[in-house]
């Protein structure tokens, strides 16, 4: 479209050009009287065209501002995809790499929160044998039952908390 624009700027210069030429002409076909309204249309024109150019050349930059977060987006979706969620049984969940890499001997986790909120990756810290912590957003689970609570006993029809 830019291309477009400059060659309709470049035609228009050109008239321009030939009419202003024309005028000083001695050739009687030509009448400056009716050359000077079209040279003031040319000179519009040539304005017209230089503003459509400014126009789409910031339309261009933010398409390429578009075009890569379009990008950016695409990539986290991708990235996202290789994670899937761990439901533990204390009802908490956390991401997880669907192929973790060789040679891991303890689960690694990510943060639910951040990677769903904040489109960021946070390793989960282990945190005092049955918990899990994230250091970006201070989220704090229990990823298994504490001892404490699995050896207390249950009272049939009771409240469980
Ligand atoms: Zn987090």
């Known amino acids: 479209m830019i291309a477009e624009t400059a060659t309709a700027l470049g035609l228009a210069k050109q008239i321009s ?27 519009e024109l040539q304005h017209s065209l230089s503003q459509i150019e400014i126009a789409m050349m910031k339309v261009e930059r933010e398409n390429e501002v578009l075009k890569r977060e379009l990008q ?40 639910m929160s951040c990677m769903d909120n904040d489109n960021r ?11 899990l912590t994230c250091r970006h957003c201070n989220l704090w689970f229990e990823y298994k039952p504490s001892p404490t609570k699995a050896l207390r006993p249950k009272i049939r029809g009771g409240v469980d908390n």
Request: charged share 25%; glycine share 6%; net charge neutral.
């Open 17 to 43: 050009d030939f009419v202003k030429a024309s005028i000083g002409s001695r050739d009687e076909k030509i009448s400056n009287e009716k050359l000077a309204p079209v040279l003031q249309q040319v000179t």
């Open 72 to 111: 950016k987006q695409e990539d986290w979706k991708a990235e996202k995809a290789r994670y899937k969620l761990e439901y533990f049984p204390t009802g908490q969940m956390a991401y997880t790499l669907k192929e973790p890499p060789e040679g891991q001997i303890q689960p690694v986790y990510f943060c």
């Open 121 to 131: 990756i946070s390793q989960l810290t282990y945190y005092g044998g049955n918990s």
